[in-house]
């Protein structure tokens, strides 16, 4: 009989593959669509997704400063003797917030409660972002009538070349914050 070989703790962290397992609380049809449309496994549009997510979120202390596992700060588990009523206002708060019901304990106990994301946040985003496609055309179909303006030099269109400058002013400053506002939006997504 051969003895066994050992097993080099290295070869043993290679062969072992991370999971995770995440509860799509209904969208896996969408999920499962999507894969299908680019031709590839749900596993494998997820992979893209969170990666695209963990590179684009860059954090500074203060939008890290989260307690979890990954954070550095040691997790412990706590089991809660609660009511029934109370396991179920917290399992569906928790749920509604899009957060673990252990953060969202944890985020009651430092005074920052989750708060749940409107129903009608992505709707949101997405009207907001077209009105803004909008206004941005409008600037572009005013800024191309001052340029024609410009070209004729009868001085009666000055009051209409003064206050059309000043509507495409403020369609300017109104897309500046709107961007900022789309920009801010669209982060709060992932991070709730």
Do not use: W
Not at 25 to 48: D, E, H, S
Not at 113 to 136: E, F, I, K, N, Y
């Amino acid at each position: 009989m051969r003895a066994a070989k050992p097993i080099d703790a290295v070869q043993t962290a290679a062969a072992m593959r991370d999971r995770v397992t995440v509860d799509l609380r209904g969208i896996r049809p969408q999920l499962q669509a999507q894969a299908a449309k680019r031709q590839m496994t749900a596993a494998a549009l997820v992979r893209r997704a969170v990666t695209a997510m963990l590179d684009d979120a860059p954090c500074d202390a203060g939008e890290c400063g989260s307690i979890d596992s990954t954070s550095g700060i040691p997790v412990v588990k706590v089991t809660l003797r609660l009511p029934v009523a109370h396991a179920v206002l917290l399992a569906s708060r928790a749920r509604v917030a899009d957060v673990s019901q252990g953060m969202y304990v944890a985020r009651l106990i430092d005074g920052t409660p989750a708060q749940p994301r409107a129903r009608d946040h992505t709707q949101a985003v997405v009207a907001l972002m077209g009105s803004t496609d909008r206004l941005a055309v409008l600037s572009a179909d005013l800024n191309a009538f001052m340029r024609l303006l410009g070209r004729t030099p009868r001085s009666e269109l000055e009051p209409y070349r003064a206050s059309i400058r000043s509507l495409a002013n403020d369609v300017r400053a109104h897309l500046a914050s709107a961007a900022t506002l789309v920009a801010a939006l669209r982060a709060t997504r992932g991070r709730q």
